[in-house]
């Protein structure tokens, strides 16, 4: 994929619904991340996905992004399952924000980059429920 890309991800933790973890400067600046998840309501599945958004301020945004089942590793909870407060699977929307529509193939070295850089706040967020 060419040019420059900012990865977002938009997940749950056990007693919050969904929210938009990992999300651009210039979104949160300007109060528009809900664009990252009323953009990328799909079904779970390994494919990636192409959407364009409008931004707040107007401008055309195009997402590239999967939805996949929040797993273990994701959020450093080894052994134990990752469920809502109502025993139900955890979806994560992760991928990218693209100021022009994408140009070539979209890869899973993609997405092992954009894991690798929100692994962390992923974590964070859903131990968050554990301290409160």
Known sequence: MNGVVW??????SRGHGYRTVIAP???????????LSEGTVDDIGPHARVRKVTGADGAELWLVY???????SDVGAEGAP???R??????????????AKPTGGVTEALFAKVR???RQALGD????????
């Open 7 to 12: 990865p977002f991800a938009v997940t749950r």
């Open 25 to 35: 400067r210039a979104l949160i600046g300007a109060g528009a991340t809900s664009v």
């Open 66 to 72: 999967r939805v996949s089942v929040l797993s273990e």
């Open 82 to 84: 990752v469920l809502d």
């Open 86 to 99: 109502y025993g139900r699977p955890v979806r994560l929307t992760e991928g990218v924000v693209v100021g």
């Open 116 to 118: 690798e850089r929100t």
């Open 125 to 132: 967020f859903w131990q968050a429920d554990d301290l409160a």
